[in-house]
């Protein structure tokens, strides 16, 4: 096992009716005038937004309100956010709602304390000295953000989407209750048991054989928990136990806990292209993350067969006893799995038309920095790599 050090300081609150408790806690962790950002409706639609404001009301905290917050959050609306925290002196951010809303209050709180523009930070040409306090009210299992170091922003200018971390943005607190996950589309609720499986899936891949047994076998025991419990949350929508193993499971695979003694983080390839992906064509993270998976799969298993073997054998239970033969009927099984919850598995499913050859070469280009980095850690992919897997994803 490998040194590491593991750094989970977000004060979980689970269970049903957490929400009227997110003035108590705001308090509890210092804010008086707070920021409440939100999405697109969701969180009106249901009465959560008034609930939460009630209950920061109740408990003396002022507050402003922002919603708007789009998959694939905008910085034009972080922008947005940054000018009206100012001008009211707001000094905490509340995120209600998903991934989205709580990487844009990330943003939002690290524009806060800084004199530049916090797009620097995304373009890797600026490191964050301090953020404002936050906390988030989750609605929905998928991204891992409530308690994860990092935040995903895509730029409508240009159509890049970037991802900056750092221990600052950690949130002081989630509120985590099931129930108010009952009324996801079920493509939502998909694409985000997707995104937690491939968070598992890509700490789980990582150079080096078994480092850490330890996390070898959780991650392997969460993917086959989460194989039963992603068919059930589509089955039965309102399943309060399914909704709530998801949840859970969900900050679990971002976390962290994951990679505890693997000496890396893992691999990360399959976000990469799918984040350009996002930025350019502005797909739902996970359904973006199941059409690149099985075409990267295996484009790359023959860097490490043993470890697909390995999967296919404790995670997709299959037989096989020749380990090459194991890994490709894993990624089948795998694949078919995704297909069954409703998420493509190419990139014509994904966008409902097919690629041509100069739109996979931009993608390629972008996802590769203009041909400076390389991705991945099985196998480290090059440009011309991921144009292949682009182009075999077709
Ligand atoms: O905007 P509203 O109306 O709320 O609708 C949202 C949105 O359309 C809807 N939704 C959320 N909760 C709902 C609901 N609809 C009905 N009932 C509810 N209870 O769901 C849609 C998707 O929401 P979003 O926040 O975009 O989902 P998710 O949590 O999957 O976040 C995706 C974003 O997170 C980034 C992704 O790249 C993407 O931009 N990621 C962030 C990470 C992190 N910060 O650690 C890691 C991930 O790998 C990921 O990259
Ligand atoms: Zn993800």
Aim: glycine letters at 12%.
């Amino acid at each position: 096992m490998k040194n590491f050090t593991f750094y989970s300081p977000t004060q979980v609150v689970f269970g049903r009716d957490g929400a009227d408790r997110a003035g108590e806690l705001t308090a509890a962790f210092g804010g008086r005038k707070v920021l409440v950002h939100y999405g697109g409706g969701s969180a009106v639609r249901s009465g959560l937004l008034q609930r939460v404001c009630r209950s920061l009301e109740d408990s003396g905290v002022t507050c402003v309100t922002l919603g708007g917050v789009k998959p694939n959050p905008r910085l034009s609306l972080i922008r947005e956010g940054i000018a009206l925290g100012r001008r009211e002196g707001v000094d905490f951010l509340l995120a209600v709602g998903g991934g989205s809303v709580i990487d844009s209050a990330k943003a939002i709180a690290y524009g806060l304390c800084m004199e530049g523009d916090v797009w620097d930070l995304y373009a890797k040409e600026a490191q964050a000295a301090s953020c404002l306090p936050l906390g988030a009210v989750l609605t929905i299992a998928a991204a891992g953000s409530e308690t994860s170091n990092s935040s995903v922003i895509t730029n409508d200018e240009t159509g890049e989407k970037r991802g900056y971390s750092s221990d600052l943005c950690r949130c002081r607190f989630a509120v985590m209750d099931p129930a108010l996950t009952f009324t996801l589309p079920p493509y939502q609720t998909a694409s985000g048991c997707t995104d937690i499986m491939m968070h598992m899936l890509e700490r789980y891949f990582h150079p080096g054989g078994v480092l850490s047994m330890s996390s070898d076998g959780m991650t392997e025991s969460l993917l086959r928990t989460m194989l039963v419990c992603s068919r059930r949350v589509l089955e039965q929508p309102e399943d309060y136990d399914a909704r709530a193993e998801v949840m859970w499971m969900g900050s679990l695979a971002h976390n962290d806990l994951l990679q505890c003694g693997n000496g890396t983080r893992g691999d990360w390839a399959c976000h990469q292209l799918e984040h350009e992906l996002g930025g350019v064509y502005d797909v739902a993270h996970g359904a973006g993350l199941a059409a690149v998976w099985p075409a990267w799969a295996r484009y790359v298993v023959d860097a490490d067969p043993a470890r697909f073997a390995a999967f296919g054998r404790n995670v997709m239970g299959v037989a096989e006893t020749e380990d090459r033969a194991a890994a490709l009927a894993g990624i089948a099984a795998f694949e078919a799995h995704l297909r069954s919850l409703g998420m493509p598995v190419t990139l014509t499913e994904l966008l409902g038309r097919r690629l041509d050859g100069e739109e996979i070469a931009a993608l390629a280009h972008g996802c590769s920095f203009r041909g400076t980095r390389t991705i991945g850690a099985v196998r480290p992919l090059a440009e011309a790599d991921m144009a292949e897997i682009y182009r075999r994803a077709l």
